[in-house]
């Protein structure tokens, strides 16, 4: 069993950045599928970002590209999201997740295919 930890959630104006982080309570290889979501209210969850390792493939949200960069530590163990540029529509949970396997490229940011998930990390920004 894989359990997730997000931290670095916070209150932002527009503008500004935080940098998300989520620590896995094992090693995960190269072979999970890792990933980004987020949730506001009345909405669903939308993939963010995602990463493959084993094919060296990451994914973004459109409405993120060029603001947001997920990347991992060299330990495997952890997950981040720096988000710069924030805007008032990026407000939400923010969940991480993780799958065991493979995971076609036109799959990486929808959430049902996610196995493993953490409790979320509130990221609030005001314009």
């Known amino acids: 069993q894989v359990q997730l930890v997000e931290s670095g959630g916070g209150s932002v104006q527009a503008g500004g950045s935080l940098r998300l982080s989520c620590v896995a309570s094992?090693?995960?290889?190269?072979?999970?599928?890792l990933g980004w979501f987020r949730q506001a209210p009345g909405q669903e969850r939308e993939g963010v970002a995602a990463?493959?390792?084993?094919?060296?493939?990451?994914e973004y949200a459109d409405s993120v590209k060029g603001r947001f960069t997920v990347s991992r530590d060299n330990t495997k163990k952890t997950l981040f999201l720096q988000m710069d540029g924030l805007r008032p529509e990026d407000t939400g949970i923010y969940y991480c997740a993780a799958k065991r396997g493979s995971l076609g490229w036109a799959l990486l940011l929808l959430a049902q295919y996610y196995v493993y998930w953490g409790q979320g990390t509130q990221v609030t920004v005001s314009s």
């Open positions: 094992t090693y995960l290889g190269d072979n999970y599928v």
């Open positions: 990463i493959a390792t084993d094919v060296g493939r990451i």
